[in-house]
């Protein structure tokens, strides 16, 4: 989806951009590649910087799910330092590398709530516009999908996925925010937990697995969050059970309940409780077999897509809120 915009900031008849994006998901740590177009306006004018900024729409802890805010993940430079002539046309190819930690926005196919962004930045003659913002589709990595799928055959099913903004304690996390993907457990683990959250935070090297368990409040004694992080290495996907592996985190999770002072070896809480329960009502009974996640905030993925400009747009003076560092 291409959002074509008329500079304000630098006047009618200003130039204009359109930055298209090659079809297709990209991965955490991948490649996007595209090309920004621009158009001349009615003089002649320098353009000084091009930026690309990778944006995200995030819940914010302690706030009524409908609110939110914007925040930049990464700002890339890909373009500057030339003339753009009266109504001349000019294209300046890029391919920029996504932050390993950049949250899944899809899974078979599939929305699954969160939103993610391009949005292109022009420079001329010291003013500044935000020209165009583009939908950004991103799949999981090998690793994730298989850990993923490995809930779905054991019988745990999707619930949703949002972005919160802020850090897990003692993990490796760079971005402003992460990404909580919300399953429900299978009957037989529903006396136990209300529901399992699942946070990837993904390195070149592998992935930090923060897996928090909810636990259902007894007669008698009130419930509470149980949290453990596991790791998981990207060349270990053709090798490993996965279905075994995820078995074995999630019974030691369960079994944390009963000794959540007292840790078992090996397993670190990240002492922080993020609690986001945004409630979209996206389901998918079954996450191995990538069936339809349906309704995604009322919202099918079609329309989800369509409506990134509106979702962007009201939040634009809170995205310096996020990273800034240039690719």
């Given at each position: 989806m291409v959002f074509k915009k008329l500079l304000?900031?630098?006047?009618?008849?200003?130039?204009?951009?359109?930055?298209?994006?090659?079809?297709?998901?990209?991965?955490?740590?991948?490649?996007?590649?595209?090309?920004?177009?621009?158009?001349?306006?009615?003089?002649?004018?320098?353009?000084?910087?091009?930026?690309?900024?990778?944006?995200?729409?995030?819940?914010?802890?302690?706030?009524?799910?409908?609110?939110?805010?914007?925040?930049?993940?990464?700002?890339?430079?890909v373009g500057g330092g030339f003339r753009l002539a009266e109504e001349a046309e000019h294209t300046v190819p890029f391919t920029v590398t996504l932050p390993w930690e950049t949250p899944i926005t899809e899974l078979h196919g599939q929305h699954l709530g969160p939103v993610l962004g391009i949005r292109t930045e022009l420079e001329v003659a010291g003013a500044r516009d935000k020209g165009d913002l583009d939908a950004l589709a991103v799949g999981p990595l090998p690793a994730q999908e298989a850990i993923l799928e490995a809930f779905g055959q054991l019988g745990y099913a999707f619930r949703s996925a949002d972005l919160e903004l802020g850090h897990i304690r003692g993990t490796g996390q760079q971005l402003p925010c992460y990404q909580e993907i919300e399953i429900l457990p299978p009957a037989g683990h529903a006396h136990a937990v209300n529901e399992?959250?699942?946070?990837?935070?993904?390195?070149?090297?592998?992935?930090?697995?923060?897996?928090?368990?909810?636990?259902?409040?007894?007669?008698?004694s009130d419930g509470h969050d149980t949290v453990h992080r596991f790791t998981a290495s990207h060349h270990a996907v053709p090798h490993t059970d996965w279905n075994a592996q995820v078995d074995a985190w999630l019974k030691e999770v369960i079994a944390g309940h009963e000794a959540r002072a007292t840790p078992p070896s090996g397993v670190e809480h990240h002492g922080d409780q993020h609690r986001s329960g945004p409630g979209?009502?996206?389901?998918?009974?079954?996450?191995?077999?990538?069936?339809?996640?349906?309704?995604?905030?009322?919202?099918?993925?079609?329309?989800?897509?369509?409506?990134?400009?509106d979702a962007f747009e009201d939040e634009e003076g809170d995205e310096d809120a996020g990273g800034d560092g240039e690719g």
């Amino acid at each position: 989806m291409v959002f074509k915009k008329l500079l304000g900031a630098l006047g009618v008849g200003g130039p204009s951009v359109d930055t298209v994006l090659e079809p297709g998901p990209a991965l955490p740590g991948g490649l996007v590649t595209g090309e920004v177009r621009l158009r001349g306006g009615g003089t002649d004018v320098t353009v000084d910087r091009i930026s690309l900024l990778l944006v995200a729409r995030v819940e914010m802890e302690g706030q009524d799910e409908e609110q939110g805010g914007t925040v930049v993940l990464e700002r890339f430079t890909v373009g500057g330092g030339f003339r753009l002539a009266e109504e001349a046309e000019h294209t300046v190819p890029f391919t920029v590398t996504l932050p390993w930690e950049t949250p899944i926005t899809e899974l078979h196919g599939q929305h699954l709530g969160p939103v993610l962004g391009i949005r292109t930045e022009l420079e001329v003659a010291g003013a500044r516009d935000k020209g165009d913002l583009d939908a950004l589709a991103v799949g999981p990595l090998p690793a994730q999908e298989a850990i993923l799928e490995a809930f779905g055959q054991l019988g745990y099913a999707f619930r949703s996925a949002d972005l919160e903004l802020g850090h897990i304690r003692g993990t490796g996390q760079q971005l402003p925010c992460y990404q909580e993907i919300e399953i429900l457990p299978p009957a037989g683990h529903a006396h136990a937990v209300n529901e399992i959250e699942v946070t990837f935070i993904a390195t070149p090297g592998g992935l930090e697995i923060v897996i928090e368990a909810d636990k259902r409040a007894g007669l008698f004694s009130d419930g509470h969050d149980t949290v453990h992080r596991f790791t998981a290495s990207h060349h270990a996907v053709p090798h490993t059970d996965w279905n075994a592996q995820v078995d074995a985190w999630l019974k030691e999770v369960i079994a944390g309940h009963e000794a959540r002072a007292t840790p078992p070896s090996g397993v670190e809480h990240h002492g922080d409780q993020h609690r986001s329960g945004p409630g979209t009502g996206a389901v998918v009974a079954g996450v191995a077999a990538g069936v339809a996640v349906g309704v995604v905030g009322g919202m099918v993925a079609a329309e989800v897509v369509d409506e990134i400009g509106d979702a962007f747009e009201d939040e634009e003076g809170d995205e310096d809120a996020g990273g800034d560092g240039e690719g």
